[in-house]
T-cell receptor, first 119, second 110 residues
Framework: DTGVSQDPRHKITKRGQNVTFRCDPI?????LYWYRQTLGQGPEFLTY????????KSRLLSDRFSAERPKGSFSTLEIQRTEQGDSAMYLC?????????????????FGEGSRLTVL | SQQGEEDPQALSIQEGENATMNCSYK?????LQWYRQNSGRGLVHLIL?????REKHSGRLRVTLDTSKKSSSLLITASRAADTASYFC??????????FGQGTELSVKP
């Protein structure tokens, strides 16, 4: 399977602990996105990368959140000092973007998500 | 912040009927996309319509876009129980970053 993979799929933690999620995008994709989704809502944009450069961070991404894509391949999203309000599904997506790419369709390919529960 | 507003929030129909979902947005867009999400799963891309297009078809899906009204609709014809899912519109306003709506929860009863 060469789709987007996320790990872990489920994480239960206690308030105040740190958690880290990993995303492996489709190998030839240069863009990687993180979204957060709570029950009954649409995905909310958090941040995205083009190769290893972080292009934008949402105001939703407080200083407790940090995302990296060190070699332009996989990405990690770390949440420090978790709070109950951080409980959500964290979705990763990748895409092929930029001029000159014949297969640049504009669509995002999503992983199955990492569900975080903070007790 | 959410760019899209979707209507209705929930829709329940019988198998074989058509389902129509609407999406309104606030700012100019490069393209608008529709995604489907089964409960507890990731999102799957359905169809993309560019700002200079008015209508697009893909199988049982028909999407329209009215940029003057900043609105789009997704029509699923001859619905099946397997179409039961949440459907989201998403707008590309900044070259690749998508902003999603709140979604329509579709239930198709056999």
């Amino acid at each position: 399977d060469t789709g987007v993979s996320q790990d872990p799929r489920h994480k239960i933690t206690k308030r105040g602990q740190n958690v880290t999620f990993r995303c492996d995008p489709i190998s030839e994709h240069n863009r990687l996105y993180w979204y957060r989704q709570t029950l009954g809502q649409g995905p909310e944009f958090l941040t995205y990368f083009q190769n290893e450069a972080q292009l934008e961070k949402s105001r939703l991404l407080s200083d407790r959140f940090s995302a990296e894509r060190p070699k332009g391949s996989f990405s990690t999203l770390e949440i420090q000092r978790t709070e109950q309000g951080d409980s959500a599904m964290y979705l990763c997506a990748s895409s092929l973007a930029g001029s000159g790419y014949q297969r640049n369709t504009g669509e995002l390919f999503f992983g199955e998500g990492s569900r975080l529960t903070v007790l | 912040s959410q760019q899209g507003e979707e209507d209705p929030q929930a829709l329940s129909i019988q198998e074989g009927e058509n389902a129509t979902m609407n999406c309104s947005y606030k700012t100019s867009i490069n393209n608008l996309q529709w995604y489907r999400q089964n409960s507890g799963r990731g999102l799957v891309h359905l169809i993309l319509i560019r700002s200079n297009e008015r209508e697009k078809h893909s199988g049982r899906l028909r999407v329209t876009l009215d940029t003057s009204k900043k609105s789009s609709s997704l029509l699923i014809t001859a619905s099946r129980a397997a179409d039961t899912a949440s459907y989201f519109c998403a707008t590309d306003i900044q070259g690749g970053k998508l902003i999603f709506g709140q979604g329509t929860e579709l239930s198709v009863k056999p």
